[in-house]
T-cell receptor, first 113, second 115 residues
Framework: DAKTTQPPSMDCAEGRAANLPCNHS???????VYWYRQIHSQGPQYIIH???NNETNEMASLIITEDRKSSTLILPHATLRDTAVYYC??????????????FGKGTKLSVKP | NAGVTQTPKFRILKIGQSMTLQCTQD?????MYWYRQDPGMGLKLIYY???????DKGEVPNGYNVSRSTTEDFPLRLELAAPSQTSVYFC??????????????FGNGTRLTVT
């Protein structure tokens, strides 16, 4: 099973870009990389996902290395409301299911004024 | 759309009591999931469903039961509550399986304490 490694915590100044790294060196060729975040123990919120190409949406950008062994989530202009735990997840197949996403401990991002 | 709605938001149970955690979604998603999150930890999958009438076990199914009689609803049943089931429970849904790149949409959780 592909697993992910993230730093436990990061700080970022308000208005600056937040770059959150994730290692997934055992990822398989058909596994997606997902990013979610969780604010104040609310339900996790989907941010973005990708397979091979870099992706961008209204919330963030996802940069995946060419060998797919790591990725970076970029919040271009971090605000105080972006303070949250960010989870990098590689989709895992369990017992033939298509539903299992393994959430690790994530990275706690603190955006400071 | 309301998205994924969970009730109740909070509940305290005594050991041995039973309860049902309710989850409903209005996005016509086929897949639904139940996760639990212990303090300071990530989420663990309890059960999931790929459509009405079809359910399967996740990583930590012991002590729980589920049913999926409709596309919209996916209740989670605790039959004999134990302190180890003290946790925050999240319900989620997705249009297709996550293997196809379909993201999960989560509810805001039910905080359960068993004493």
């Amino acid at each position: 099973d592909a697993k992910t490694t993230q730093p436990p915590s990061m700080d970022c100044a308000e208005g600056r870009a937040a770059n959150l790294p994730c290692n997934h060196s055992t990822i398989s060729g058909n596994e997606y990389v997902y990013w979610y975040r969780q604010i104040h123990s609310q339900g996790p919120q989907y941010i973005i996902h990708g397979l091979k190409n870099n992706e961008t949406n209204e919330m963030a950008s996802l940069i995946i290395t060419e060998d797919r062994k790591s990725s970076t989530l970029i919040l271009p202009h971090a605000t105080l409301r972006d303070t949250a735990v960010y989870y990098c997840i590689v989709r895992v197949v369990v017992r033939g299911s298509q539903g299992n996403l393994i959430f690790g401990k994530g990275t706690k991002l603190s955006v400071k004024p | 759309n309301a998205g994924v709605t969970q009730t109740p938001k909070f509940r305290i149970l005594k050991i041995g009591q039973s309860m049902t955690l309710q989850c409903t979604q209005d996005m016509n998603h086929n897949y639904m999931y139940w996760y639990r999150q212990d303090p300071g930890m990530g989420l663990k999958l309890i059960y999931y469903s790929v459509g009405a009438g079809i359910t399967d076990k996740g990583e930590v199914p012991n002590g729980y039961n589920v049913s999926r009689s409709t596309t919209e609803d996916f209740p989670l049943r605790l039959e004999l509550a134990a302190p180890s089931q003290t946790s925050v429970y999240f319900c989620a849904s997705s249009l297709t399986g996550t293997g196809g790149g379909s993201p999960l949409h989560f509810g805001n959780g039910t905080r359960l304490t068993v004493t």
